[in-house]
């Protein structure tokens, strides 16, 4: 059974850093594709990142350059490091995995970011 579990949300000032994570189980996380998305309260799912199972990333204009994405193969994890945060970079941060960019089978539960202004 795959499982993605995400972590590392919270609460932070605008300007400030988060480091997420997603701990992935159950499948062969070295050979997968793995995306971060978001959803704020009202609005539809948004791309985030994501990166290829060979470290290629590619990230959304509205976080690029503030957004770090990153994959730890030993430990089968993911990584989003956020830095200079924005309001509107408030809401749940999913990640998801599969055989190919864009094309995920696999989702976590998501982890609530909250950046006060």
């Known amino acids: 059974q795959v499982q993605l579990v995400e972590s590392g949300g919270g609460l932070v000032q605008a300007g400030g850093s988060l480091k997420l994570s997603c701990a992935a189980s159950?499948?062969?996380?070295?050979?997968?594709?793995m995306g971060w998305y978001r959803q704020a309260p009202g609005k539809q799912r948004e791309w985030v990142a994501a990166?290829?199972?060979?470290?290629?990333?590619r990230y959304a204009d509205s976080v690029k350059g503030r957004f770090t994405i990153s994959r730890d193969n030993a430990k089968s994890t993911l990584y989003l490091e956020m830095n200079s945060l924005k309001p509107e970079d408030t809401a749940v941060y999913l990640c998801a995995a599969g055989a190919g960019l864009g094309y995920y089978d696999y989702w976590g539960q998501g982890t609530q970011v909250t950046v006060s202004s």
């Open positions: 990166i290829t199972s060979t470290g290629n990333t």
């Open positions: 159950g499948h062969s996380f070295s050979s997968s594709a």
